[in-house]
């Protein structure tokens, strides 16, 4: 056991030195032993570490992509109910498929099987649908096959609309899961229900017509889609199956003729109709109704109540019938007669609590054990919370849940058997009263016994089990970060971890006598905590600690040990002195390796996972580098690249604003896309008071796309395939050399479409003066569009001949050598290509002090002023810290000491009228030079002004109250401590500038 011990020191790096070599034989074994065990535990670490990093880069990646489209709806002011509703539908993916599978595109299950194994996974996951619908009921199976895996599951929560009536739907939907409701077009009223394996949208499907009626979700519901364009590539490799459907199109105008009058009928009370999000808002100035419609995913009640009768004085059958059957009898004088839902308020703050109960407990119980053995006060609130336990116990035989088919279970019966066979069992033994089981054995219990009965609530800790649960269900959630949560876990796990080592030493080292209840002989005295503690233990051998040591020492000096030994450190001064303690300092030296270990890999892994889109920036820069320098591109040009994508990092940090919303389903994507685009549609003139599916699926068409200020978006005489429509910027319509500009547009204004529908060149140049943000429309998806409204085609086609009219005339004018009407630039860009132009002859800040004076002057955060005061912020932030420290510590009252320490609060009075004066990047990436705008920004963001004043609060004038020198200058050194929060500073700045060297 020696042996044992003295390798697993050597190897865990502990080395107590109570055991070394004496030889060189052994001090060369003891080398490569060390060598062998630090290489082990590095490999241990990084295994551990990759792993952590691989489990959870489905999540990590999810999460941004996310955490992006949350970003973007933030700043195309989404409402905060839509906005709500497209994180909702996301997390619900998330809970759903956890990465593996995004709605619309193949699920990685077909990723690498054969197309046969991808039909019959797929018609084996459709038989039970697809199949009994009755428009594919006789079809021929290899065509049913083909169309299956071709099939897209889509899932909602309850109250999403799946599809809007008057829209122009080309999909079928099939319910997979779930019951939906078929509303009325104001959606007030519901007018019938369809569950699984029915079907809905087949007029879409079969004769590429428009929603009769507006389907929304009642509950969770899955739906599999299929496409039109699916179903007609699929009918030409099967004539017989194309010949049925053309048959079933000859009954279009009898069928819709018999829909029309469903709907007629089924919208006869209804005012209004809703076609998208839009319409659910109130119009301005209008007071909202309590029945105003809204989309929401919120339960409307906190719990579910059951009653003996229904709403028409009926016997309810369903809720009484099952307490009359076996031991629902007895069972129906326990239970009450409501069920809580998951969610709701109550049981979200009972777990809460109930948590909270499980962290005192683990923390607590040890302690009992081992030093507060006698203390009332744990006893006391130990079967308080046991009895909030058994309180828990009863609750938790009353929440619903979600059974296989995602349909909520509210049966006070099967809710409570549901728990009888989970978690009821370790719930009862972590509460059951074995101290009782002892104290019956003998009442007349003395300090030994105490400790004894103690000991037999250690079962208390199995309450730690919900610690995990807990923290695995915050760290699950991807609609917010969970970077704290996770640093809190560790540290959380961390405290408890060492709280049981130190509980568990000090109880070895101070054992309940054997002899279990009057353990002291006849005429002895009791002892109290620490007392009559194994003098041969390795307590008994720290020489200041003696029988009157308090329970506090008792405790540090345990603690001390644990942690020395745990963490690998191993002073020496205090080691085992028995084989009992040698095996459990191996234990203790092995576990804490092992468990700091794993904690210290997952960190290194969480922030592998947060750095990973950086990492790929970095990735994509170097390679394109590596490229540009391989085909020898001239250095504007090099520049030009570079800044390009430099430009992207800042506005979308890795995440391509093209695709991401693809997860969403049509309706909710159709309602996200309208809310974006609608604005810009709307100020176009030819699509002015244009129908609303229109809109949306030219909404839906559209992309966003960011360019960078001189960049040109389009070129003369190129081919057009794209028409662009501003969002943020000002773009300008200039010659070809570049210097004569003919007109500018802002947001609102688009161009290309006379490239994009006549198939012609580019018949000018378009060139972004500031940072843009554009939305494109390709022609494909224009053509598309159009194709279904032949009305506004015309009139797109119109304004686009007007416009290629005035561009030829200008063409002409510009060849005869005539004047050119032409427009001046905002005075905001004209000044801004001044500043260009002055660059090296004059800085910003001297243009802008000669406009605005010297007190009013911006200056750019990447002038040399600035850069060169942040850093010496920082040499003296480093300074000031680390007198301030030496001298509260040292009471080192030195006058040449406050000097430098009163210099170095100068130099940071300095840095705050500078930081009031200086400019910043926006969310667009354009710089902010507007002195209002910059001085409110710094006022008002509490990180900044605030802290700032609260690190340099001067509470060092009360050190003037105490009486005497000395004793006023040490008062003096104690209230500079408060100047240590300007430590995170100098964080901040190396943050700043590694984000500014990974940009670049």
């Not at 129906?332 to 809580?340: A, S, V």
């Not at 229109?694 to 003369?716: D, H, N, Q, T, W």
């Not at 200008?810 to 002055?838: C, D, F, H, N, Y």
């Not at 104690?974 to 430590?983: A, E, P, Y």
Request: glycine share 6%; aromatic share 12%; with cysteine.
């Amino acid at each position: 056991m020696l042996a044992v011990y003295w390798a697993t020191s050597t190897m865990s790096s502990t080395g107590y030195g109570d055991l070394v070599a004496y030889n060189t034989r052994d001090r060369l074994l003891t080398s490569a032993i060390m060598f062998v065990g630090l290489l082990l535990y590095g490999y241990i670490l990084a295994a551990i570490a990759a792993a952590k990093a691989n489990d959870d880069a489905a999540r990590v990646t999810f999460q941004n992509n996310l955490m992006g489209i949350k970003k973007f709806m933030l700043e195309n002011d989404l409402s905060v109910e839509l906005r709500k509703r497209v994180v909702e539908n996301m997390t619900l993916l998330w809970t759903k498929y956890k990465g593996e599978a995004v709605p619309g595109s193949k699920s990685l299950i077909y990723s690498d099987v054969p197309t046969s194994l991808q039909e019959d996974i797929a018609i084996d996951d459709a038989e039970n649908h697809l199949l009994k619908v009755p428009l594919f009921r006789d079809l021929d199976m290899s065509f049913m096959r083909l169309l299956a895996s071709k099939s897209h599951v889509y899932v909602f929560n309850p109250g999403e609309i799946i599809i809007y009536a008057g829209d122009l739907s080309r999909e079928m939907y099939c319910i997979r899961r779930g019951v939906c409701e078929i509303m009325t077009d104001d959606l007030k009223e519901v007018t019938a229900m369809i569950s699984c394996g029915q079907c809905f949208g087949e007029i879409g499907l079969l004769f590429d017509d428009y929603c009769a009626a507006t389907v929304r979700a009642c509950t969770y519901v899955e739906v599999i889609m299929i496409k039109r364009s699916d179903l007609q590539q699929l009918c030409k490799d099967f004539p017989l199956v194309e010949a049925q459907f053309q048959h079933a199109a000859k009954l279009q105008p009898e069928f819709l003729q018999r829909v029309q009058a469903e709907d007629v009928e089924r919208n006869k009370n209804s005012q209004t109709k809703i076609r998208s999000v839009l319409d659910m808002k109130s119009k301005p100035g209008e007071r909202e109704e309590e029945n105003d419609i809204r989309v929401t995913t919120e339960p409307t009640m906190s719990f579910k109540v059951h009653t003996n009768w229904n709403a028409d004085g009926t016997r309810n059958a369903d809720f009484l019938d099952p307490f009359k059957r076996g031991p629902g009898r007895l069972f129906g004088y326990l239970l009450m007669r409501i069920t809580f839902l998951p969610n709701s308020r109550f049981v979200v703050s009972w777990e809460v609590m109930r948590v909270i109960v499980a962290m005192i407990n683990t923390f607590t119980v040890p302690i009992h054990g081992s030093l507060l053995i006698d203390s009332i006060f744990l006893w006391v609130l130990s079967y308080m919370l046991d009895f909030i336990a058994i309180i828990d116990i009863y609750i938790k035989m009353h929440v619903c849940y979600f059974n296989k088919e995602s349909r909520l279970v509210t049966h006070p019966l099967s809710t409570s058997k549901r728990y009888i066979k989970s978690n009821l069992w370790i719930d009862v033994l972590s509460i059951f009263p074995f101290e009782f089981l002892a104290y019956s054995l003998h009442s007349d219990l003395d300090y030994n016994g105490i400790h004894v009965l103690t000991l037999f609530r250690l079962n208390r800790l199995l309450h730690f089990y919900r610690l995990p649960l807990a923290f695995d269900f915050l760290e699950s959630g991807v609609e917010y970060d969970t970077v704290l949560v996770r640093e809190l876990k560790y540290l959380f796990y961390s405290v408890i971890f060492i709280n049981w080592l130190t509980c568990l030493l000090f109880n070895f080292a101070c054992p309940p006598k054997p002899e279990m209840f009057g353990g002291h002989s006849e005429g002895e005295e009791e002892s109290g905590a620490g007392e009559g503690c194994n003098p041969n233990s390795w307590l008994g051998k720290i020489s200041f600690m003696d029988a009157g040591a308090n329970v506090y020492t008792q405790y540090v000096c345990s603690l001390y040990w644990a942690s020395a030994t745990a963490l690998s450190v191993g002073y020496g001064d205090i080691t085992a002195m028995n084989l009992t303690e040698l095996c459990l300092s191996i234990l203790l030296m092995t576990g804490g390796v092992v468990f700091f270990g794993y904690i210290i890999a997952s960190i290194a892994a969480s922030l592998a996972n947060a750095d990973s889109q950086r990492a790929a920036y970095r990735r994509k820069i170097t390679a394109i580098s590596t490229y540009i320098e391989d085909q020898n591109f001239s250095e504007s040009m090099k520049d030009r690249i570079i800044g390009h994508f430099e430009y992207l990092w800042l506005r979308t940090k890795g995440i391509d604003p093209k695709h991401l919303f693809e997860a969403l389903p049509m309706s909710l994507l159709g309602d996200v896309s309208l809310s974006l685009y609608n604005d810009v549609i709307n100020k176009v003139p030819e699509f002015q008071g244009t129908d609303v599916g229109f809109c949306k699926l030219l909404a839906m068409s559209m992309k966003p796309v960011y360019i960078r200020k001189g960049e040109y978006i389009v070129k003369k005489y190129d081919i057009g395939n794209e028409m662009f429509f501003i969002h943020r910027g000002v773009v300008s319509v200039v010659a070809e050399d570049g210097n004569r500009i003919f007109d500018t547009m802002t947001t609102g204004h688009f161009f290309g479409e006379v490239g994009l529908l006549f198939g012609t060149p580019r018949n000018a140049s378009i060139r972004a003066e500031s940072n843009c943000d554009l939305f494109v429309l390709h022609k494909d998806d224009l053509e598309q569009v159009m194709s279904q409204y032949p009305d506004i085609r015309a009139q797109v086609y119109k304004t686009a001949e007007d416009r290629r009219e005035a561009a030829r005339q200008r063409s002409i004018m510009t060849m005869q050598g005539e004047a050119v009407p032409t427009k001046a630039l905002p005075a905001a860009l004209l000044r801004s290509k001044q500043e260009g132009a002055l660059k090296g002859q004059k800085s910003v800040k001297q243009t802008q002090q000669q406009q605005q004076g010297i007190m009013r002057t911006v200056l750019d955060p990447k002038s040399p002023l600035v850069r060169y005061v942040s850093k010496l912020v920082v040499f003296a932030t480093l300074v000031s810290c680390l007198l301030i420290l030496y001298q509260a510590c040292f009471l080192d009252t030195s006058v040449e000491l406050f000097v430098i320490g009163y210099l170095c609060e100068v130099i940071f009075y300095v840095k705050i009228f500078l930081d009031f004066r200086t400019g910043f990047t926006r969310e667009d990436a354009e710089p902010e030079r507007d002195y209002e705008v910059v001085f409110r920004s710094y006022l008002r963001t509490p990180s900044r002004f605030a802290y700032d004043c609260l690190a340099l609060l001067p509470i060092d004038i009360f050190a003037l109250c105490a009486a005497g020198g000395d004793a006023r200058l040490q008062l003096l050194c104690s209230l500079r401590l408060i100047h240590l929060l300007r430590v995170p500073r100098i964080m901040q700045f190396f943050g700043s500038l590694e984000e500014d060297l990974m940009s670049k």
